[in-house]
């Protein structure tokens, strides 16, 4: 087995993704872009997308790693509007999608555009979300996209198999349809509260870092593979699991979190890198089959139905938006009355990704019997793919612009501060009476030093998010928190450069200076932290 194509895919889209957060654009733009301009060049690798491998290997730690750094309060409060775009919209725009290109495409049948729409209705919000971040969005909206793009391609992988059972012919009908759906989401979502607690017990109950984060590598794949096996959706089971995870996420020991953050966000930024180079480079994959389609009109097919997805979005979204306030008094009652422009941004975010061409990649080449292909197959495979390169590069990159334009309101950081202040104000106070409380037992007595170290500690992060509230110094334009950090790097940083001397000269061992080092290390986070 040759692993260069796989090192070489992995070490490029992460040089790239690293590129990126040095220039304005967000980086899957970059890397489908880089994607695409490498698929031309010669001596390149053939990447084909595997569905076998991104659909149970690559999406149940996209999902899990999107989830368990989800809020699930603000999911819960926004499940309304979630719901309404994670299942209705993918099962509107894989009708209308479908019925529009059975209409553009001539012969095309009806059943095998149904296959199409199913295939490009789950919006991907990766690269949506990672643009909302980086330009300030409300967390409501934000919240909206990261729930719909949690859920919704269970929804779409339903839709596709139904819709693909009948142009195979094995007999599927839509109220059979209706009934795998019901058991993929209640079967995903069964599995997935089954496994929460006695995972979660297993997280707290192992006492060895190591094993606890080789525990949460396998978790995404456990509840995925699990929900399979009963034919119900591995996506909702993920979802579920990471969510409850995350919002217990404090229970665990305080050196997994730190790891397992660690791992975690080390995972994601190369999956998701590969993910979207790979999109890029399917370009000769898809344009080697479409031989038997002449080049204007297929390029008339991909922008037709590029705009057709877009409309679509936008058709959903808004009578979405304000249909259940005009229906419902108790919506208006408990609900702020949303604007006008959120809608946009989120009917504008309806970016696609992976999943779409990994579904599109597992269209069977034949029909049930074996006999006939499978109608349009190639011509599916690349609307789906210039779907897909659409909306990332028409979408992704106005989308920044669109949301500066529409003026939200900006996040007041002395609010958000001074509510933070206040709550460490509230949990030092607890800890301060805790702290009297144990020292008073005669089984906890420390010297006065120790005691008033921990006292000092404990003022210190209280203090240190109202310094934040501070003046600048006139002289360095530093904060007193900024000021704070800075100093307490060169401390740790002189002790530091000690410790290393003291190996060379062989007075401490290197087994020593790791010990010592790790402990500067915490120091350092710890202290990075409280600063803020």
Known sequence: MDVMPLLLLVAGSAAVAGAARRTPVPAPLLLVAVGLAASYVP??????????????????????????DSSYLDLRAQLRPVALLSVGYVLFATVAVGYAAHLLVPGLPL????????????????????????????????TILQGESLLNDATAITAYKVA????????????????????ASVGGTAVGLVLMAPLHWLRTHLKEPLLQNTLSLLIPFVAYSAA????????????????????????????TRLQEEAVWKMVAFILESAVFALIGLQLQVVLKGLDTYEGPDAAWYAVALFLVVVATRFLWVYPATFLPRLLSARIRAREENPTWR??????????????????????????????????????????????????????????????????????????ATLAEANAQAQASRVAEERLDALLDDERNALPPPLADRLRTVLERRRNAVWERLGQVNEVT????????????????????????????????????????????????????????
Not at 45 to 64: E, F, S
Not at 112 to 140: E, F, H, I, K, N
Not at 488 to 504: G, K, T, Y
Not at 518 to 531: I, N, S
């Open 43 to 68: 001596g390149v690798p053939d990447y084909t997308l595997d569905p076998h491998i991104v659909l149970p290997l690559l999406l149940p730690p996209l999902l899990y790693t999107s989830a368990i």
């Open 477 to 532: 334009g530093e904060t007193v928190d900024d000021t704070y950090r800075r100093l307490s790097r060169e401390m740790i940083s002189a002790e530091r450069e000690v410790f290393v001397r003291l190996r060379d000269g062989r007075y401490i061992d290197d087994e020593m200076l790791r010990t010592l080092l790790r402990r500067l290390d915490l120091e350092e986070a710890a202290a990075f932290r409280e600063a803020g």
């Open 342 to 415: 959120g809608p946009i941004v989120i009917a504008w975010a309806g970016m696609r990704g992976v999943v779409s061409l990994a579904i599109a990649f597992s269209i069977p080449l034949t029909v049930a019997d074996g006999a006939e292909p499978f109608p349009h197959r190639n011509l599916i495979l690349f609307l789906t793919f210039t779907t897909v390169i659409g909306t990332l590069v028409v979408q992704g990159l106005t989308l920044p612009p669109l949301i500066r334009l529409l003026k939200f309101p900006a996040v007041d950081p002395q609010a």
């Open 111 to 142: 059943t095998a555009a149904l296959v199409l729409g199913a295939v490009v209705a789950p919006p991907d919000a990766v690269a949506a979300t990672a643009v909302a971040r980086r330009v300030g969005l409300p967390s409501r909206i934000t």
């Open 164 to 183: 693909l059972a009948v142009v195979v012919g094995t007999g599927a009908s839509w109220a059979g349809g209706v009934k795998e759906f019901l058991v």
């Open 228 to 255: 399979e096996q009963f034919h119900a959706s591995g996506v909702i089971a993920v979802v579920v699991v990471a969510l409850y995870l995350g919002h217990r996420a404090w229970e665990v020991d305080f050196a």
